[in-house]
């Protein structure tokens, strides 16, 4: 089964960038959908940026134009390039891999991103 283990979270000022990484275990990278969600204090976590193996992109409305979802099949990793980011885009941001829409996900651990001043 894969792993999936992020970096490059930390604190930001408002109207700064982050760039996050997942990297994955498995050779069979390439055939996962993979993506994004975050989790702020006291809601759901919710689902940011996806790209599947076709390399179709999906976004959560409140991140379109500013965030940036990419993959790397060769280095097995996801990223996710996080720009203007504002108090609100604070939470833990969490790597998931799935073969299909309908399979089980598996996640990585997650990475804090703090935006404040």
């Known amino acids: 089964q894969v792993q999936l283990v992020e970096s490059g979270g930390g604190l930001v000022r408002p109207g700064g960038s982050l760039r996050l990484s997942c990297a994955a275990s498995?050779?069979?990278?390439?055939?996962?959908?993979v993506g994004w969600y975050r989790q702020a204090p006291g809601k759901q976590r919710e689902l940011v940026a996806s790209?599947?193996?076709?390399?179709?992109?999906l976004y959560e409305d409140s991140v379109k134009g500013r965030f940036a979802i990419s993959r790397d099949n060769g280095k097995n990793t996801v990223y996710l390039e996080m720009n203007s980011l504002q108090p609100e885009d604070t939470a833990v941001y969490y790597c998931?891999?799935?073969?299909?829409?309908?399979?089980?996900?598996?996640w990585g651990k997650g990475t804090l991103v703090t935006v404040s001043s």
């Open positions: 998931y891999a799935a073969l299909n829409p309908d399979a089980v996900q598996i």
């Open positions: 498995s050779s069979f990278f390439s055939h996962y959908i």
């Open positions: 790209i599947d193996a076709g390399g179709r992109i």
